[in-house]
C-alpha cells in the first residue's frame, strides 16, 4: 500500500512538474522564477534533481520537439547547469539555424561564463535573424562594451533603445556608455 501511495505521490508531482515545464518561457529573463519552477527546488541538489526530472518530462516528449529542448536549455540554465544549457541552445541551432530564441538564449549563457567574444556571436546572428529584438541588440551592445569596441557598442545599444522606448536596460546602457 505505501509503494502505491509513494507512486500516486510521483504520479502527482511529475503531473504538477509537467504543467510547471509547460509554463517555462522560451527566453531567459533575468531575475524569474520561471512559475516557480525552479524556485520550488531551492539551491544544491533540489536543482541538479529538478534538472534530471525535466530532461526525463521532456524525453516522453518527440525528440524532434524545438520548443521543448529550448524550454529544457533554460531550465539547465536556471539550475545552474550552463554545459547542459549550452547543449540544449546548439541541438536546437543545429536543427533550425535560424532560431532566434537559441541565439538569444546561447548568448546568455556564455556571456555569463565571460566569453564576450563568443557571445556578441551570438547576439549578432539573433540581430541578424529578426533585425527588431530590442534585447538582443543590447545585449550584443553588452558584449562589445566588455571588448572594448565602445563606438559600435553605443550604436547598438541605440538601436535597442529606438527599438524599444520602455525598455530600462538600454537607457541604463547608454548612460554607462556616456
Request: proline fraction near 2%.
Amino acid at each position: 500500500m505505501k509503494a502505491q501511495l509513494d507512486d500516486t505521490k510521483s504520479e502527482a508531482a511529475l503531473n504538477d512538474l509537467a504543467q510547471r515545464f509547460a509554463a517555462v518561457p522560451t527566453r531567459i529573463r533575468q531575475g524569474s522564477s520561471y512559475d516557480g519552477l525552479t524556485r520550488a527546488a531551492g539551491d544544491g541538489g533540489l536543482r541538479h534533481e529538478l534538472a534530471s526530472m525535466c530532461r526525463a518530462a521532456a524525453s516522453d516528449r518527440a525528440p524532434t520537439d524545438i520548443e521543448c529542448r529550448l524550454k529544457l536549455g533554460v531550465v539547465f540554465h536556471s539550475c545552474g547547469d550552463d554545459a547542459n544549457a549550452i547543449q540544449s541552445f546548439n541541438d536546437v541551432i543545429s536543427e533550425q539555424e535560424s532560431h532566434v530564441e537559441a541565439w538569444f538564449n546561447l548568448g546568455v549563457v556564455i556571456f555569463g561564463q565571460g566569453q564576450f567574444a563568443e557571445a556578441e556571436y551570438c547576439f549578432s546572428r539573433a540581430c541578424e535573424i529578426d533585425p527588431s529584438d530590442a534585447q538582443a541588440w543590447n545585449n550584443r551592445g553588452a558584449c562589445l562594451w566588455q571588448l572594448d569596441q565602445r563606438r559600435e557598442s553605443r550604436r547598438c545599444v541605440q538601436r535597442a533603445r529606438a527599438l524599444d522606448r520602455g525598455s530600462l536596460h538600454p537607457r541604463v546602457n547608454l548612460q554607462r556608455l556616456a
